[in-house]
């Protein structure tokens, strides 16, 4: 196999799991390459996401390793054989990587996460609030890259609306809801789009109001996806450096935790959504 050009995520986080299984087997990159026919540079590659592995050799890498996680390799194989161009590939070369990376990552993920403080979390967002957020960056972009960002972050709501959508959760503290983003018209159509998403059975909408007591949270804001094997789960976060994609296993179960907490603290969805009512009539 050639090697790639570019690595998404995925691919990265594929080689990633492999160089974690190698290393627990107590294995040098050597020693696993002559196990199944390579040399060290390739397996260097694979480890990278720069190069391919095929369904053989990875459950060939997991025997040697002695992994008996039959989910996780399945998973694995998964990633390594899916092969369908994503819509978000019209996007490559005309957007940030990582705004491709989270479209793949919400589109292969089991379950969705969220929790935001400051903004309506995007899946949820109006085009007018996506506008606003996204063409309020200092330097000002171009109105056609603010188009073509406004374009896919409505395109990601497809995991939402496809014949097998994507079970969503999402805990929204009262300040993102008040925040208005945009003129009182669309702050009142962003939190009606909010109130007729949260009648599908699959997506669930808390609240955590600013009368909450004992509430100590307010950094916690995340994006969570959940694999087929909880050990591909991912979390991704804002820094101030750009996106951050989380997937050690000790920061994965305490987000895991963190996101309980959030949701024990936050309203229940039917007081959640009379809150939100209450929002809106406001304006």
């Keep these: 196999m050639g090697l790639r050009k570019q690595v998404t995520a995925r691919q990265l986080r594929l080689g990633t799991e492999l160089r974690k299984m190698r290393e627990a087997a107590g294995l040098r990159a050597t020693e696993a390459a002559a196990l199944i026919g390579a040399n060290s540079a390739q397996m260097s590659q694979i480890e990278a996401g720069r190069s391919g592995v095929s369904e053989e050799r990875l459950r060939r890498m997991a025997a040697h390793y002695s992994c008996t996680d039959v989910t996780l390799i399945d998973a694995l194989v998964a990633m390594a054989t899916e092969r369908t161009r994503g819509w978000w590939e019209e996007f490559r070369d005309s957007l940030p990587e990582a705004f491709l990376d989270l479209s793949e990552l919400e589109h292969h993920a089991t379950y969705r996460w969220d929790v935001d403080f400051l903004h309506v979390p995007g899946l949820l967002q109006t085009e007018s609030y996506a506008r606003a957020i996204l063409g309020y960056r200092v330097p000002e972009l171009p109105a056609s890259d603010v188009n073509l960002r406004v374009r896919h972050r409505l395109e990601r709501r ?34 009606s789009h909010i109130l007729a998403c949260s009648e599908a059975e699959h997506v669930t909408v808390r609240v955590i109001p600013f009368d909450l007591d004992g509430f100590a949270g307010a950094d916690s804001a995340m994006v969570y996806a959940g694999a087929s094997a909880t050990k591909l789960d991912t979390v991704v976060r804002d820094t101030p450096h750009g996106a951050q994609f989380i997937d050690s296993e000790a920061q994965l179960s305490a987000l895991r935790t963190l996101f309980r907490r959030m949701v024990e603290k936050a309203l229940d969805p039917d007081r959640s959504r009379d809150f939100i009512h209450g929002l809106a009539k406001e304006l």
Excluded at 161 to 190: C, W
């Design 158 to 191: 497809v995991i939402l609306e496809r014949p097998r959508p994507t079970p969503y959760q999402a805990v929204i503290h009262e300040s993102a809801l008040r925040i208005r983003v945009g003129d009182r018209a669309s702050a009142r159509a962003q939190l």
